[in-house]
Each structure stands twice: as structure tokens, then as C-alpha cells.
């Protein structure tokens, strides 16, 4: 048996990784992070924040119930918050 290496060009997994991508990538994307980074008093509550606003943005577009929203739904909750919060700090 082969032993899966768990982590991503220096992340957690590939899905932190594209998150944290997509949310440098893109000014309104960028702007959500850079709130996130201000808000709350640790990285656990900026994570939480940036989180459930990411949630309800995947809420709206996913909508219906699908295998695709399924699947989707799955990578989001892979997704290390408080990692993306870490690396974007500074």
C-alpha cells in the first residue's frame, strides 16, 4: 500500500490551496480576506467570519441539491481557514 501524502505546495491540502489562490486572485475576493483579516481578536474568529461569508456566497450559487453541490460542499469543508487567515496575515 502507498502512503498519500497529504499536503500541497506547502499547504494543508489542495483545497486550502485553492482557496487561499482564488481569494488573492480576485479584488472583491481579496477585499473579503483583507475584512476577515481585520475582523475578530484571533485567527480562530477571523477564519469562523471569513468562513461562514464564503458559506453563504456557496449557498447562494450552489443552490439546489446535486451531485455537484454535493461535491462541492465537500472541498469547502476540507478547506483550512485558519491557515488562509495565517498566510494572508501580513
Known amino acids: 500500500m502507498q502512503d498519500t501524502i497529504s499536503t500541497y505546495n506547502g499547504w494543508s491540502d489542495r483545497e486550502t490551496w485553492l482557496a487561499s489562490l482564488w481569494l488573492t486572485n480576485d479584488q472583491g475576493s481579496y477585499a473579503l480576506l ?15 467570519w471569513l468562513e461562514r461569508e464564503l458559506r453563504d456566497q456557496l449557498d447562494d450559487e450552489a443552490g439546489n441539491a446535486s451531485m455537484w453541490s454535493d461535491l462541492l460542499s465537500t472541498a469547502f469543508y476540507r478547506i483550512n481557514w485558519v491557515e488562509v487567515i495565517e498566510h494572508n496575515r501580513d
Open 34 to 48: 483583507r475584512e476577515a483579516i481585520r475582523s475578530g481578536d484571533s485567527d480562530f474568529a477571523r477564519a469562523d
